[in-house]
């Protein structure tokens, strides 16, 4: 193998940086000057998920399609109002509603509790058989409506309840009644409980204490985050509403601008955080390699440097960043520390054998000159066969990683030998590790790791990808939580699909069609804001609003004082059968008349609302396509007459299998389908056949390299074992321990050979030299390969601490990867090696024989 190729020019290079030592330090003062201009006044980071795939995907062009005729639906803002009850779910929300329509960050807000059209005709999207139930219990209810009237007092209340237990419920239905006593004895007995008149009077299953609504944002595109804005406004609203109201409720904020903000918000601090935990754990690290302050302090020069530079260039090149490859500064963290080490512990270890400055670095480049000049473009190259994939969070990660590699040995070559002159150790600088132990170690655990490897093969296929985009984000974030309560709601999933249509008549006949797959729960469009059954449902309200409307309008009864109406109300809960009517007794015989008397602001606090609220429900009138408001036409028709027709999923599509049957079968009868549900099946396919075309094209690219400059398939042989053991040893550990491949930590694999490769060619060419294996690993080559292993390591190893899950997984397998890496590289290859020139040597003496 002829290895002096590279040689000579990198002595070149270094020899010129030692006699220009002035050039080299204001060049690269200068080129770093630049980098931190470029990235002061350009740096952008893109959070959307959907824009690291190429636009040419079909889904892309799908969406694309959605996106241009209705611009605003993807960016809409999802609130979450949660209190203690319905009725103060409702009224919080009508407030903040009412108070974020005058704020400039909110464009147009839809929240059903507020909005009129649906306050005077909610009645009528009742299905017929509900309506009736309703009002069936509304009109039971008419005498204790009419008793209580506008402002009710405890007093009326009990002597209503009195007289309709001592009629055995002639007057209100006994199931209304039973209700009323569970929640007084709640409100009686506990200073936090509030009544909720709108459970009493409502069917079914009782209503949640939550309302979900959205609003369009005006999104500010010139700051880093364009939802800030509009967040801080929701919660600022909500904060008013909380003081002025004494409401209390929980506001929660999701949707994508927001979960984007969160996300950028989590990414941010963990790369921060990483980056600097990431620099002490390798300042650490160099301590123990060098034992020498000043050498330690070129390294991290040179890492420092390193990674500026290269942020300057990606952001020259690209101009914004994703949340893939923003990633690429904790990762030059551990690359730009390879070079520098290997070519200080060489010339510290011939130092240490009384050569002069200039003579170790010569001997240093005899040695490993061909690896050190190697390792960089093979490493670029694994880096760079991520640019043809579609996915573009991995080709920007790999244009940037691949130009920081080349960065980064160009700065260890030129920066390290201008401002550093090694001095002799006082000691041996490395105690070279007892050969017998090595030999007796080697061997078993190659053995060992060996048979790991093969055995993790069979595992592949049970390899997993998480396509879920929510699988990325912090489950602790606000807007995360907020996400998964919109989820439970089948009626607000965001999995869900859009088609087009370009009239009233191919729209209904859309929705038809898509309505028939058993995993379709229903389609919603323009028309579905225009009740069914109309006449039947307006004169069943009709019909109960002779019996109601009296009560509606009753000024009430003052009825008697407290103390008669409470002694009635006990004397006829005893006549009662009922537990919830002698439980209700028990406490009103306990309690003093004081702490009873105390009660009525929680009995009644939302009484008025909800007298007001049933006035507004008999209002109904017939409802026709004009009359539906504006802020609702906008999200389904637009100007030129586009109708948008959307699919809701049976069950939500939470599980992953749902998701996919659910798009399958949409995607069979309307291929122009998109939304948020084929979105991310899509890009996980997309992302799956990026890695593996990334890991394809690294094998075959690095492969070339490293035969076109050895020329040996013995080498390439020592080379591509190793990475292929690590690499389904990754895989094969993420199985087993729950860490599945997604959109962050998909590029493990290839950067396990891009990173890989520099490890397996230092021990390789060592031990094609030398034709021993293990004095690769026992001399100063193994220990450059252990700590730049080691840097690289604890990079990584840093973004663990981030509170984006993406990018935590992402440290978490590459952690991992490089453990194996490591693994593989000092107990695999040293015995194959050893077998292979063996072998060689065997038959080179039968030869001479």
Known sequence: MNTTLLEGPLWRLISFARSNRLVVILFWALMTGLAVWQVATRLAINTDSSDMISPDAPFRVAASKLKAAFPDLEDQVIVVVRAATPDEATAFTEELAARLKEREEVRAILAPP????????????????????????????????????????????????????????????????????????????SEDQVLSWQTLLSTGEPPEAQVLFSLDPVLDYTKLKPAKAVKDAILAEADAVRVQTQYVADVLITG????????????????????????????????????????????????????????????????????????????????????????????????????????????????????LALTAPTTALA???????????????????????????????????????????????????????????????????????????????????????????????????????????????????????????????????????????????LFSFVPEDQDLKLSLIDAASVGLSFALISGGDLGPDLEPALARLQMALRQE?????????????????EAIRASAPRVFKFWPRQREALSRQFRASYVSVEDIPEVIRDRYVTEDGIYRLEILPKGGAVEL????????????????AAGSARTALAAGDVIGRSMVQASLTAAVLVSLLVLLVTRSVTVLFLLLVPLVLAGSLTTATGTL???????????????????????????????????????????????????????????FGSLVVSDHRGTASMGALLTVGMLWVLATMLFVLPPLAQLLYGRRRAALREQIA
Not at 292 to 319: D, E, Q
Not at 338 to 343: K, R, T
Request: aromatic letters at 6%; glycine letters at 8%.
């Open 256 to 371: 994508e601008p927001v979960l984007r903000t969160e996300e950028l918000e989590a990414v941010s601090s963990g790369i921060g955080w990483a980056l600097g935990l990431s620099g002490i754990m390798v300042a650490i690290l160099l301590w123990f390699a060098f034992r020498s302050t000043r050498l330690v302090g070129a390294c991290l020069v040179t890492i420092a440097l390193s990674v500026v530079l290269t942020a300057g260039v990606a952001v020259a090149i690209f101009g914004q960043l994703n949340l893939i490859s923003v990633a690429f500064a904790v990762l030059m963290v551990g690359l730009g520390a390879d070079f520098s080490i290997h070519l200080l512990v060489h010339i510290r270890h011939e130092r240490a054998r009384g050569l002069s400055d200039r003579a170790a670095a010569y001997r240093t480049v005899r040695m490993i000159g061909t690896a």
């Open 577 to 593: 059968e009922s537990e919830a009517a002698a439980r209700l007794g028990v406490i009103l015989d306990g309690l003093s008349l």
């Open 737 to 795: 321990f729950g860490l599945p491949y997604n959109f962050a930590n998909v590029l493990v694999l290839p950067l396990i050979i891009g990173i890989g490769i520099d490890s397996g060619i230092h021990l390789a060419f060592r031990a094609a030299k030398t034709g021993d294996a293990l004095a690769a690993v026992q001399g100063p080559t193994g220990r450059a390969v252990l700590f730049s292993a080691l840097t690289t390591i604890a990079s």
């Open 383 to 525: 880096f760079f066969s991520f640019a043809p994939t579609e996915f573009i969070g991995m080709n920007q990660l790999g244009v940037i990683a691949g130009l920081g590699v080349l960065i980064a040995f160009l700065v260890a070559m030129t920066l390290i030998p201008a401002v550093v002159r090694v001095p002799a150790p006082e000691t041996p600088a490395v105690s070279r590790a007892p050969s017998g132990l090595l030999r007796i170690i080697v061997w078993p655990v190659g053995t060992v790791v060996a048979l790991l490897g093969v055995a993790s093969l069979f595992l592949l296929p049970k390899a997993r990808f998480d396509a879920d985009p929510m699988a990325l984000r912090a489950k602790s974030a606000p807007s995360v939580i907020a996400f998964d309560i919109v989820v439970e709601d089948e009626k607000a999933t965001p999995y869900r699909l859009n088609v087009l249509a370009r009239s009233e008549e191919e729209l209904r006949e859309r929705a038809a069609i898509l309505e028939q797959p058993a995993s379709v729960d229903s389609t919603r469009h």
């Open 114 to 189: 507020s909005e009129p059209f649906f306050q005077e005709n909610g009645l009528l999207f009742l299905e017929v058989s509900e309506l009736e139930d309703l009002l069936a219990r509304l009109t039971n209810a008419a005498p204790l409506i009419e008793r209580l009237g506008p402002d009710p007092s405890l007093a009326t209340l009990f002597d209503a309840l009195a007289e309709a237990a001592e009629n055995d419920g002639a007057t209100t239905d006994q199931e209304t009644l039973d209700a009323l006593y569970t929640q007084l004895s709640e409100v009686l007995t």
């Open 657 to 672: 299998e749902d998701r996919r049957r659910f798009v399958n079968d949409v995607l069979a009868l309307a291929p122009d």
